[in-house]
């Protein structure tokens, strides 16, 4: 198993093109523990030349340095997509299956197909292209951390407009996530048609 240090950074990136590969994108998703509204995902080619400075796990983020480092990488990358699934197919085909398919529609997305993929947490084994998923890869490698930079500003962006639509459930902080604000409106008010009636804290079970 490869250690952090060894993949910190913009390392594992440059041993994949030093083998041989020429574009690496890094994949990953936000919203996955959501109990309302999409899971979002981004699939990201930085270009190896145009790293912006700050890169990292989007949850150690605050939100204005996030949404800086959104516009440098969007504005840097080689190529970028975005893949969104709503809470009604989350329902019909489960979270993990959803995630999956954020995924490939971000990386369907992309303008320039990459020849490898680094994924945070799952597989996309339907890619035939050569790829490799990490447990807390947002944390340990460059392009993930910049995906996960951009499903989260994104997604983010799309709950501020539910707030809107619903205020008393306070998504505009808490971003649809469990909070005891968001249990406790939910037993006031009952799930609204953006939350995913298939999990249990939404059910109240």
């Known amino acids: 198993m490869e250690k952090k240090e060894e993949l910190a950074g913009f390392r594992l990136e440059k041993r ?21 509204g999409p899971v979002v995902a981004s699939a990201c080619i930085l270009d190896p030349d145009n790293i ?15 949404e800086g480092l959104f516009k440098e990488i969007v504005s840097s990358a080689i190529a970028w997509g975005i893949g969104t699934v709503d809470n009604n ?30 994924i945070d947490y799952v597989k996309l084994c339907d890619l035939k292209i050569s790829q490799k998923s990490y447990i807390k890869g947002d944390e340990n490698i460059l392009s993930i951390s910049a995906a996960s930079i951009l499903a989260k500003v994104s997604r983010d962006k799309i709950m501020m ?31 609204t ?12 079970e």
């Open 89 to 118: 197919q989350i329902d019909q085909i489960n979270i993990l299956e959803a995630t999956k398919k954020a995924m490939r529609l971000a990386f369907n997305s992309l303008k320039k197909k990459p020849d490898y993929l680094l």
């Open 16 to 36: 994949l093109l030093d083998s041989g590969f020429s574009l690496i994108c890094g994949i990953d998703e936000s919203g996955r523990g959501s109990l309302c």
């Open 52 to 66: 912006p400075d700050g890169i990292t796990d989007s949850k150690l983020l605050d939100p204005i340095r996030r």
């Open 161 to 191: 407009r539910y707030h809107k639509l619903y205020p008393h459930y306070n998504w505009k902080a808490n971003k649809g996530y469990p909070t005891e604000q968001h249990r406790e409106a939910i037993v006031r008010y009952g799930p």
């Open 193 to 204: 048609r953006l939350h995913r009636r298939t999990f249990n804290s939404v059910l109240l």
